[in-house]
């Protein structure tokens, strides 16, 4: 099998590396990464989101979920109290 020399920026290096597995080569990661999972709809949104975005998603999930735990009672049916 041949290799080729490929040039990164420092941050898609960092990047990458971070993705890396333990015991893993980076042609392994790159591999496993680009494998297209029809599976999974979502995968092409991987990466449009940055952390603090994200956390503020959490965040405000998790709020969410405890006001209708509050409100509903947790694992109580809504129509019980009807």
Same mark, same amino acid.
């Given at each position: 099998?041949?290799? $080729?020399?490929? &040039?990164? $920026? /420092?941050?898609?290096? +960092?990047?990458?590396?971070?993705? $890396?597995?333990?015991?893993? &080569? =980076? &042609? /392994?990661? @790159?591999?496993?990464?680009?494998?297209?999972? *029809?599976?999974?709809?979502? +995968?092409?949104? @991987?990466?449009?989101?940055?952390?603090?975005?994200?956390?503020?998603? +959490?965040?405000?999930?998790?709020? =969410?979920?405890?006001?209708?735990?509050?409100? =509903?009672? &947790?694992?109580?049916?809504?129509?019980? *109290?009807?």
């Amino acid at each position: 099998m041949g290799s $080729k020399t490929v &040039s990164l $920026k /420092d941050e898609t290096y +960092r990047r990458l590396n971070r993705e $890396k597995r333990d015991g893993e &080569s =980076f &042609s /392994d990661a @790159i591999d496993r990464l680009l494998v297209e999972d *029809d599976t999974n709809p979502l +995968r092409e949104l @991987i990466g449009l989101v940055d952390e603090d975005e994200l956390e503020n998603v +959490r965040t405000r999930s998790n709020e =969410f979920r405890e006001d209708v735990n509050n409100r =509903f009672g &947790s694992g109580e049916r809504a129509d019980e *109290d009807q």
